[in-house]
């Protein structure tokens, strides 16, 4: 295993360190619990909106703590979901009277913590919302599985409701929105290669080098299959169709398409795929009228891309818009 | 014969000795079928479980429990601190303020603690997780009349436990992405909780 780190027990602290150095002019980075805060937090009569997760998806979410989008971000271990102390402390430490909302990734250890986390909380007489996310259509929602994982949507939940708190939007109408976009929202991934814990040193699955797997998650779960590796087009349409069958988007709806890179796909690789994607959104009749093409939740140094479609409607517009400042994510700011 | 505060101590190295000797088994047996962490995750708070014991004096033997449970929720994370956490948290509000706990009040405390993890995890019989090596542990200590003897038997029924996993399709946790083929792999919680009883056996059984 070759990184660019000093021990892999000492990763996240590290990386937190380096966060520090770099934000700390609009961070407030704290190591026990691990937390990154708005420097202006709590920011009074707005609703807070934390998250939180395993690093190694970096810059989600801790890249996107700052005015328009998160007030804080708890870091897990790599792939690790962090501890309820850590949410705790964040949501007393965001709390500006009007309430706090929780981000929440659909995994078995995330939904666990929050949970632990909202119990220790009661008593505070803050309230909290959850929104949950779980817009991964390669997974069959049943009874019988964990259910679908939150990606890509959970990138956009956070900028649109961190701009409709901006606006001074109440709590039930910030977590209304959220849950909105989550439903709308629908995700596939894919990966080329897969990435390498640095606690395990080992990589979290084998793939053929001719192969790719199609439906993988952010921590390197298994997707729905593998195939030979094609041309992009082929990858898009394999994870476009899916997408596009789940939720019924219909000719003439507005859509952000979302083309992200999962840690080890460059830039104009993924500019190839969102050719391929407006393509294929054209033909159903889908008019592209925001997009977002960058790393923005990945896995580590994993090769591949995942695709989000969300249908918008003029709040989710408006609020995706609205300025943005923080160190992952910025505009009009 | 009963147990003692020092004893739930014991047991407590122990089982922190095993996971740390078997991290490199729980992270494999946690990569072939879930995110590969279990064996790390559980050796980092353990470790800060002894730390915490020893580091102020422990009124009992409940209290002890308590504070691996503590440690264990802020130190974990993924689904098997919030597990763990609740099944000690649990175990040691049972036995809290017990200076010589008899084989009826550690039973009873297990299965405090099995509910406590079943309404965390919300895991039944069968979901190929650590329910199905706790399950069986339980009920055979609750089934003997000598704690030595059901320290053992319950070791053993945890590990019979523990090999069942193996053909289960798993519908709980990460693993259940992997649907038919999470088969034929042994789950890493059920081994995790199999050196519990295991260390139980060994620091309690006279």
């Known amino acids: ?333 | 014969m009963s147990i003692s505060r020092d004893d739930v101590l014991r047991w407590m190295e122990l089982f922190a000795a095993a996971v740390a000797e078997h991290r490199a088994e729980l992270v494999a047996l946690d990569t072939a079928i879930g995110d590969g962490d279990h064996g790390t995750n559980m050796d980092r708070g353990m470790r800060k479980a002894l730390e915490r014991l020893g580091a102020s004096e422990q009124a009992d033997a409940g209290a002890a429990l308590k504070t691996v449970a503590m440690a264990l929720i802020s130190s974990v994370g993924g689904a098997a601190g919030p597990l763990y956490g609740t099944l000690f948290l649990q175990m040691g509000s049972a036995l809290a303020g017990n200076p010589e706990i008899e084989l009826a009040d550690y039973a009873q405390a297990w299965r405090k603690g099995l509910e406590g993890v079943q309404a965390r995890g919300k895991a039944q019989p069968g979901d190929k997780t650590m329910v199905d090596a706790l399950i069986p542990g339980v009920e055979a200590l609750e089934r003997a009349s000598d704690l030595s003897d059901g320290l053992r038997a319950a070791a053993q029924a945890a590990e019979t436990g523990m090999k069942a996993t193996i053909p289960l399709v798993a519908r709980k946790g990460r693993a259940s992405y992997l649907g038919e083929r999470s088969r034929d792999h042994q789950d890493p919680g059920a081994t995790s909780t199999y050196y519990l009883f295991e260390a139980a056996a060994a620091a309690l059984a006279g």
């Open chain 1, 1 to 333: 295993m070759k990184k660019l780190i000093n021990t892999p027990d000492g990763v996240v602290q590290d990386e937190l360190h380096g966060f520090q150095a770099a934000h700390g002019d609009r961070v407030r980075v704290s190591f026990d619990p691990a937390m990154i805060v708005r420097i202006d937090a709590p920011v009074k009569g707005k609703v807070g909106i934390i998250s939180g997760g395993g690093s190694g998806h970096e810059p989600m979410h801790g890249g996107f703590v700052g005015p328009g989008m998160l007030d804080a971000a708890c870091p897990g271990e790599v792939f690790t979901s962090p501890t309820p102390d850590q949410m705790a402390e964040a949501t007393k430490a965001v709390d500006g009277g009007a309430g706090v909302i929780h981000v929440v990734k659909n995994y078995t250890g995330d939904v666990m913590n929050f949970d632990m986390a909202a119990e220790l909380g009661k008593g505070e007489g803050i309230e909290v919302e959850t929104i949950l996310t779980n817009d991964d259509v390669a997974v069959e929602d049943s009874l019988y599985t964990a259910g679908r994982r939150g990606v890509g949507v959970t990138v956009l939940v956070e900028k649109i409701c961190g701009g409709a708190a901006e606006d001074r939007r109440s709590l039930q109408q910030v977590a209304e929105l959220g849950r909105r976009v989550n439903a709308n929202g629908r995700s596939m991934g894919m990966a080329l290669t897969p990435c390498i814990t640095p606690a395990s040193g080992n990589p979290s699955f084998e793939l053929a080098d001719d192969e790719v797997e199609i439906g993988i998650g952010i921590h390197g779960e298994p997707g729905r299959f593998r195939e030979k590796v094609g041309p992009a087009s082929q990858v898009a349409e394999r994870l476009m169709t899916p997408i596009l069958e789940d939720l019924p988007f219909s000719s003439g709806d507005r859509v952000l398409a979302f083309v992200n890179g999962m840690g080890g796909t460059p830039l104009i690789e993924l500019y190839v795929v969102y050719a391929e994607v407006a393509k294929i959104a054209q033909q159903h009749g889908l008019r592209i009228e925001r997009n977002l093409i960058g790393s923005y939740i990945t896995s580590l140094e994993m090769q591949g891309c995942s695709i989000t479609l969300l249908k918008l409607d003029e709040e989710m517009t408006r609020y995706w818009d609205a300025p943005v400042n923080t160190p992952g994510l910025r505009w009009k700011a």
